[in-house]
């Protein structure tokens, strides 16, 4: 109950297009949902996170979809670039606990 | 200039031989823990700490210990009982108050086998 699973585990994607990374979790005490970016050989970065009161949030070209009753969340990523490139990871919590992290999304957007 | 550093880069360790990485941060944070990863894998977490003094074990702690004697401070041994340590270190700190459930990560650290 304690697991995140993230889906794709890699994509592909041509500039301009809007790759989706889905994650789903069971835990329905979880309140707190960030997205990481990690660049090779770098450590993950904050991108963006949301709470269960609201079902979107957007920060620049970067939305999080919130699904409570399904107990899903997805990262889009609009008008992608090549920059964009990285490892990305989906995570859930329960007050000040430790994150559970999702297995990963390796994306590429090809020029 | 605030964040987490973590030290050294590279770390190369000889068989039967034990090894000390470095995390230290200086945000004020309340808690500390170390994750490893594994080429094109995920965040497993090894140890995680709350309170100076005190500490937890994750989801693989075998062949690995930790001390936290300072709050800024929680440095990972990994053992020669580690039969497989080539991985990629990572520390991350995250406050107890306000800001729930962010963590900030440091830089990593990349160990391999000689």
């Known amino acids: 109950q304690q697991q995140v699973k993230q889906s794709p585990q890699s994509l592909i994607v041509q500039k301009g297009g809007i790759p989706i990374i889905n994650c789903a979790y069971e835990?329905?005490?979880?309140?707190?949902f960030p997205w990481y970016q990690q660049f090779p050989g770098k450590g993950p970065a904050l991108l963006i996170a949301?709470?269960?009161?609201?079902s979107e949030k957007k920060e620049g070209r970067f939305t999080i979809s919130f699904n409570k009753s399904a107990k899903q969340f997805s990262l889009h990523i609009m008008d992608s670039q090549p920059g964009d490139s990285a490892t990305y990871f989906c995570?859930?919590?329960?007050?000040?606990?430790?994150?559970?992290f999702g297995q990963g999304t390796r994306l590429t957007i090809n020029p | 200039d605030g964040g987490i550093t973590q030290s050294p880069k590279y770390l190369f360790r000889k068989e039967g031989q034990n090894v000390t990485l470095s995390c230290e941060q200086n945000?004020?944070?309340?808690?500390m823990y170390w994750y490893r990863q594994d080429p094109g894998q995920g965040l497993r977490l090894i140890y995680y700490?709350?309170?100076?003094?005190?500490?937890q074990k994750g989801d693989i702690a075998e062949g690995y210990s930790v001390s936290r004697e300072k709050k800024e401070s929680f440095p990972l041994t990994v053992t020669s009982a580690q039969k497989n340590p080539t991985a990629f270190y990572l520390c991350?700190?995250?406050?107890?108050?306000?800001?729930?459930?962010?963590?900030?990560f440091g830089p990593g650290t990349r160990l391999l086998v000689l």
């Open positions: 995570a859930a919590s329960k007050g000040a606990q430790k994150l559970v």
């Open positions: 835990n329905t005490a979880f309140d707190y």
């Open positions: 949301i709470r269960p009161d609201v």
């Open positions: 945000l004020n944070h309340d808690a």
């Open positions: 700490s709350q309170i100076v003094n005190d500490f």
């Open positions: 991350a700190s995250q406050p107890l108050a306000g800001q729930q459930g962010t963590q900030y």
